[in-house]
Structure formats: structure tokens, C-alpha cells
């Protein structure tokens, strides 16, 4: 028996588009060179590395020389907050990041406590927004980074940036975006937004794992974290990951010219999939804001239901979705996003991701308003909380 | 091999999919409240008694409600199977393991919802020997208090979520 598969977890990864993985494929075996070879082997990908590094320049206004390659957005991540804070702690030991960042820069900046920096978490509202006047009340003289992501990964509010750019330009302090959600996605311009460096991750946008990158403006030093043969300007030994990272360039050039329209196409759909999913279950909400989120997330929590039970659920239908339930995690701890937005765990326990992309079609969209109902139903049925009927 | 879906084995998926034994039961002779919403897992299992042939008290019917993840409604749904007909002595002296055997393990970070499971059937069973006024066990006693303390200490942290969950308990 086939079961039909609807993949709605584009947030947590993309599927490699086929023509990436054609430009990617001869760099397994046939260009297979290292970037550091003299030879016309290495000097053949230390082109296809130049090339790709402008397509990523490309995408967010850029020139290539300001992008570092690294392996993952937790790696760029990690070399922005410790890079700037290392190669600037002369200047100050105060940096600010939102409550709601992705663990590797909340971990990252609960690290750096451990030597000498003082981190401030900022608060934000009900829809995850950060207060741009709170934001420069917690400026202290010290303050050398601020580090905001651009769009949350779970429940999609994109952040004022722009207006956090200006404020730390006039501020004189350097500002960190995480955009490994926006990326491909929605417009960036690093000289519109004032941002001084900029996380990007391939395979959140039909490239392939292992590869990503960090924007830094030219002029702004940071100390490496992996020493070694001074790849990348030597700011990121490592012997260079070609046919990843050519893949990922190849993805940029994709996203270059078809990122309006799609987003155009994604909001609709997922517009579609909120208004039906309010509509059709009763005790449902939309976490985040209803606008001013990724085009391709939908976030809902339901009532008197578990988050992980609605997974399975979905997943023995061949719906492919995520949750950010305690019982889901590791830890066995609610997701931080939100209790952060002001949901009590209970309400968190029943959150469910929908987040859709280049291969969601609206069909896959019919089917999932079809099925949800009955199952949160059939949960509820279950429930202790349920209302007497 | 056994094809698993998520972290879970087919008797869990079987068991959550198709749980066996829920919903609410009309004039219970016992219920067992434990869990807490705070933390992710609520389970309350209703019993009748009734008499065996060798007119022993047996647990004639079993229903439970709960609130959680996969794992904690597999594990309600099995314990209902697993002493549906017992004696209340068998059910006292019921092994949590056996929740676990019956549904071919469970992942180690969700062990403790067969942990609910048996203490939602000690509580219940309590429940019924003290409405009807029994001389109630040592050992079961102690495993009661030992329950209640638990959730004391829980409502002790999230004082002002278990205010809401009763209200939600009530609508």
C-alpha cells in the first residue's frame, strides 16, 4: 500500500531541488579538487567556490568578499557571537539577543557569560516581536553586539530589522541577523537593513545540508573559531566542502529569480490553510502574527491536546509536520518561543508547525484541512478536558 | 526488523490509534487523578467492581481519559486491557513492567508514563477502598501519600497553571 506523503516541515528542512543536485554532481568525482591545490584540479574548485560565493553575495546585496562558507547556520551562528565578542572585548562586554533566538545563539550567548560577557535577554510581545524602544533602553555603554534573528523558525513573525539596523548603526554597534529562515525567502539587503553580519543557510532553501555561510561587513574583524590551513580568509580552516557549497550557490541563483513569485504562491496557500484550520476546529489559534510572518509558516495550538500525539497522528496519514510540545523535545520542556510569547506550558503542549514550500501544492493543503479536524477531534475525544457535550 | 513510526513500536502506534477503554464512566466506583498539565501528562482511569466466581472483588470494568502524547494514551489504553477481570489484590500488586512488555517497550525518556498509568490504577483503587470505608494496605498507604506529595509538589511550582487546569477540569 502507497500512502500518500505531504511534506509540511519545510522549516525544519528542503528537499535538494533537482537542478542544484545536477550542477552539484560532478564536483563528487570528476572536479573533485581541493581549493588549495595549485594545480588545475584545485584551481578548478577554487572557481566553482568564487562563483557560488557571489551567488550568495548576490542574494542579499553583498560583494563576495564579505562571505565566509561554514558548514550550518549554528556554525555561522556560533562564529558571529563569538568571533565579535572575542576580537572586541576591549571595546565592551555587553551584547543583547532576543528570548526567542534560535538555541544556537541562546546557548552561544549563555557560553560567553562564562567568560566575561554580560547578555541581555530581550523580552518579546504576544506575536514575538522585539520592542525597538526597549531594544535601546537595553543598550549600555558596553553594548558591542546585538544579535536579532530576521524571522523566527517556529512561529514566523519577522522581526523590525530594518529599524534595529538603523538603531545600531547610530548606536555604533555591530548587529547580527540569523536569517536562516528568510533567506531565499524574503528580500534582504544587508546595506538597506544596516546589518554588519548576516547568518545563511542552504538547506532550508533546496540546497544541501553541510553547507552556509556568514556575512560580514568588510572592515569588522572577528577572531576565528577553527584554526587551521586559513581557508576563508582564514577565518574558517577547513578544507572547503565544494560540492555542498556549489549546490548552495546554484540554490541562491534559483532563489535570485523565482523568490517573489513563490512567495506570492506560499502566502496564498498558507493563508488558505489558517483561515480553514480557524475556521473548521473549534478552540484553535494561530500562534504569531497574522501578516507579519514567513510566507511558508502556520502555526496553530489547540486546545485540551498534546502536540506530539497530533504528529503521529498526521504522520500515519503521510503528513509530515512539528511540533514545539514538551513531550516531543528532549528535554521534555515546552518550547522556549513559546512560553516566551506568554503561553502557558499547557497551551504550548498543543502547538502544531505547518510550514510549506517550492513542492506544496494546494491539494496537499484540501488534504490536510480535511484531516486535521477529525483528528484533533478524535484527541479531544480522549482528553480529560474536553466539554462535557 | 520491527518497523517503528517515530520512536514508537506498532503496539504503541495500534494502541493510540485505536485506544482501547476511553471516555468517561458513569458512577465509577473509584477514580485515579494523576499527571499534571504543566508538565505534559494528565490520566484519569475510572473502575467498577464487581465479584468473581470465587466472590472476590475483581475490577469488573476499566476507563480511562486522558491528556498527552502518544506514549501516555498507549499506555492507559493497555492498562485498561491488562486488568480488566483482576482482583483488586492482582491490581495492587500489578508490575509497571508489564505496561511496558505489553507494548513491546517504550522509549527511555517516556518510561515514566507507564509510571502514571499504575499510579493512576493505586490511586483509583484507594479511592474506592476509602469511599467504602476498607481497611486500605500499608503498602498502598505509602504509595498514595507518595503520589500526593508528588502533585503537591508540582502545584507548589506551577501554583497559578493548576488554578487554570482546574477551572478547565470544571467547564
Known amino acids: ?389 | 526488523m520491527n518497523k517503528k513510526i517515530g520512536p514508537y513500536t506498532k503496539k504503541v502506534i495500534e494502541h493510540f490509534s485505536k485506544p482501547h477503554n476511553f471516555g468517561k464512566m458513569k458512577n465509577p466506583d473509584g477514580i485515579g487523578k494523576v499527571g499534571n498539565i504543566v508538565c505534559g501528562d494528565v490520566m484519569w482511569l475510572y473502575i467498577k467492581i464487581g465479584k468473581d466466581k470465587k466472590k472476590r472483588e475483581i475490577i469488573k470494568d476499566i476507563r480511562f481519559e486522558t491528556f498527552g502524547c502518544v506514549a501516555a494514551i498507549a499506555t492507559s489504553s493497555v492498562i485498561t486491557d491488562l486488568i480488566k477481570g483482576k482482583t483488586i489484590d492482582q491490581a495492587i500488586e500489578f508490575d509497571r513492567q508489564k505496561v511496558v512488555d505489553a507494548l513491546g517497550g517504550l522509549p527511555p525518556i517516556k518510561l515514566h508514563c507507564s509510571v502514571l498509568a499504575v499510579d493512576a490504577l493505586i490511586e483509583a483503587i484507594f479511592d474506592y477502598l476509602t469511599k467504602k470505608k476498607r481497611k486500605i494496605p500499608k503498602e498502598l498507604v505509602k504509595r498514595h501519600k507518595r503520589i500526593e506529595k508528588e502533585k503537591k509538589e508540582i502545584e507548589k511550582r506551577y501554583k497559578e497553571w493548576v488554578k487554570i487546569e482546574e477551572k478547565m477540569h470544571k467547564e
Not at chain 1, 580568509?233 to 513569485?261: H, W
Request: charged content about 25%.
Open chain 1, 1 to 389: 500500500m502507497k500512502k500518500k506523503k505531504t511534506y509540511l516541515d519545510y522549516a525544519a528542512t528542503t528537499p535538494v531541488d533537482p537542478r542544484v543536485l545536477k550542477v552539484m554532481l560532478p564536483y563528487f568525482s570528476e572536479k573533485f579538487g581541493n581549493t588549495m591545490s595549485l594545480h588545475n584540479f584545485g584551481q578548478e574548485a577554487k572557481n566553482a567556490l568564487e562563483q557560488a560565493r557571489e551567488n550568495v553575495a548576490d542574494l542579499i546585496g553583498a560583494k563576495s568578499d564579505e562571505i565566509i562558507f561554514t558548514s550550518s547556520a549554528t556554525e555561522s551562528n556560533n562564529l558571529a557571537l563569538k568571533g565579535i565578542t572575542f576580537a572586541n572585548k576591549d571595546k565592551g562586554r555587553h551584547i543583547i539577543i532576543s528570548s526567542i533566538e534560535h538555541s544556537c545563539i541562546i546557548q552561544s550567548a549563555e557560553w560567553l557569560t562564562s567568560h566575561g560577557f554580560k547578555v541581555t535577554r530581550l523580552p518579546v510581545d504576544k506575536y514575538g516581536f522585539v520592542n525597538e524602544n526597549e531594544l535601546e533602553k537595553a543598550i549600555k555603554r558596553d553594548t558591542i553586539l546585538i544579535s536579532i534573528m530576521h524571522a523566527n523558525n517556529e512561529i514566523g513573525t519577522i522581526e523590525p530589522i530594518k529599524k534595529i539596523g538603523e538603531i545600531c548603526k547610530r548606536k555604533r554597534i555591530y548587529f547580527h541577523t540569523d536569517a536562516a529562515q528568510t533567506f531565499g525567502k524574503i528580500f534582504i539587503d544587508v546595506n538597506l537593513m544596516n546589518i554588519d553580519l548576516l547568518t545563511v543557510s542552504s538547506h532550508k532553501m533546496y540546497g544541501p545540508k553541510g553547507a552556509a555561510a556568514l556575512f560580514i561587513r568588510k572592515g569588522i574583524r572577528i577572531e576565528p573559531l577553527i584554526h587551521g590551513g586559513g581557508q576563508e580568509e582564514g577565518l574558517r580552516s577547513s578544507t572547503i566542502n565544494v560540492p555542498a557549497i556549489v549546490g548552495f550557490g546554484q540554490a541562491c541563483k534559483i532563489s535570485k529569480k523565482e523568490m517573489e513569485k513563490e512567495s506570492k504562491r506560499l502566502k496564498r496557500l498558507r493563508d488558505k490553510l489558517i483561515k480553514g484550520v480557524l475556521k473548521k476546529i473549534p478552540g484553535s489559534y494561530l500562534n504569531g502574527h497574522p501578516k507579519k510572518r514567513l510566507p511558508n509558516n502556520a502555526n496553530f495550538r489547540f486546545d485540551f491536546i498534546e502536540g506530539e500525539s497530533i504528529i503521529i497522528q498526521l504522520d500515519l496519514l503521510g503528513i509530515a509536520a512539528s511540533t514545539g510540545s514538551a513531550c516531543s523535545s528532549a528535554k521534555l520542556e515546552p518550547s522556549h518561543v513559546l512560553l516566551e510569547i506568554g503561553l502557558k506550558p499547557y497551551q504550548a503542549h498543543g502547538s502544531l508547525r505547518l510550514s510549506l514550500g517550492k513542492w506544496t501544492k494546494e491539494k496537499e493543503i484540501d488534504y490536510v484541512l480535511k484531516v486535521l479536524p477529525k483528528i484533533i477531534k478524535k484527541l479531544r475525544n480522549i482528553s480529560p478536558f474536553k466539554k462535557n457535550e
